[in-house]
């Protein structure tokens, strides 16, 4: 029988850390639309707490004159730059950079669409502020983007993160695990693919709600187990995994279609961005079973409390979320 420490809670007492970090740690977004020949459309976005917006600035090459003054909004805790340059002989094998972002934990997506419908997509890190233009991608240059974009999203993606971390606490069979996570997996799958392609949609906010909730769920399953009761999500977990995981490739399907998909490669980017996402996601569960593992070996509690302490934490974390995500779309 598994002994649990405080490595349980403290797993979960860092995604009550990362709320605090949220806005840091949201990715910045630039995204570039060739309208005429040397002319683009620039968005710069970055994220936003009330009227303070994250301290990095994106750095064009020096060829590229604004056309007018930019327009700077602060949307949805966002802090948006809207203008349109002219860059004398276009942008590739220019440099964009990102100043500021080697003292922040930001990463920064940048998506350059072209008139012919070719789009090139990168990512700036703080070890790497900055990207040459390449003018478009091989093949293999788009299914590692997007494969890394995945992998990065759901490492990011806590309130995604946390859901499973439920789960795993909430199941002991290895196997049973392993059906279950493939169940979310397969679910996720399909409502991503849906939802970017437009075959379906819905409302980005009330499904960040929604899944704040799912895992409040997941929590008080947690909380209700008791000794000779199968409740029906430890008997059925799949069921559960796979009903919320549709809920949860809509989230996934969020930020892939800000993000956008190259028109020539749709197919292989989707397919790379939703491999990312498992691969990210196995090397999570991964990591929290190595973990019990080592608390097994080194530390001993018995594992009722240890559980009952972890879902608590978990379901107030998920509850704060689905409060501040209600209240950004009721207000």
């Keep these: 029988m598994i002994r649990l ?82 860059c004398t002989g276009g942008l590739k094998g220019r440099e964009i950079s990102v100043d500021g972002m080697r003292s922040s934990v930001t990463d920064a997506l940048a998506r350059i669409q072209y008139r012919d419908g070719t789009a090139e997509v990168a990512r700036l890190t703080p070890d790497s502020p900055t990207i040459v233009v390449a003018g478009a991608q091989t093949r293999l240059e788009v299914a590692k983007t997007y494969l890394l974009l995945g992998i990065d999203h759901i490492l990011t993606g ?6 499973v971390l439920a789960l795993v606490l909430l199941i002991r069979d290895v196997w049973m695990l392993a059906k279950t996570i493939t169940a979310f997996t397969i ?11 437009d075959y379906f949609s819905l409302p980005q906010k009330p499904v960040e709600a929604a899944i704040a909730l799912s895992i409040a ?17 430890q008997a059925y977990p799949w069921v559960v995994a796979f009903a919320f995981g549709l809920l949860h490739g809509f989230g996934f399907a969020g930020a892939l279609k800000e993000t956008g998909l190259p028109q020539l490669d749709i197919p292989l980017a989707l397919l790379m961005f939703n491999v990312g996402v498992e691969v990210g996601q196995l090397m999570f569960v991964a990591a929290i079973l190595i ?22 934490l978990i379901g107030t974390v998920s509850m704060v979320w689905f409060v501040s995500r209600v209240s950004s779309f009721a207000s």
């Design 158 to 163: 806590f309130d995604h993160l946390l859901f």
């Design 5 to 86: 420490v405080g490595i349980v809670v403290a797993i979960a007492q860092l995604f009550a850390v990362n709320l605090a970090m949220a806005d840091e740690l949201r990715p910045a977004y630039l995204d570039i639309r060739e309208t005429a020949a040397d002319e683009f459309s620039v968005v710069w976005k970055v994220p936003a707490l009330g009227d303070l917006r994250l301290g990095i600035y994106v750095r064009l090459p020096e060829s590229c004159r604004a056309r007018a003054e930019p327009i700077r909004t602060i949307q949805a805790g966002s802090f948006f730059e809207r203008s349109t340059v002219v």
């Design 291 to 312: 973990a019990m593992r080592a608390a097994t070996a080194l530390m001993t509690w018995p594992v009722a409390p240890a559980r009952i302490a972890a879902a608590y």
């Design 217 to 233: 769920f997941v929590a008080s399953e947690l909380i209700k187990i008791k000794a000779g009761e199968l409740r029906l999500s």
């Design 187 to 197: 679910a996720h799958s399909i409502t991503l693919a849906g939802a970017t392609l």
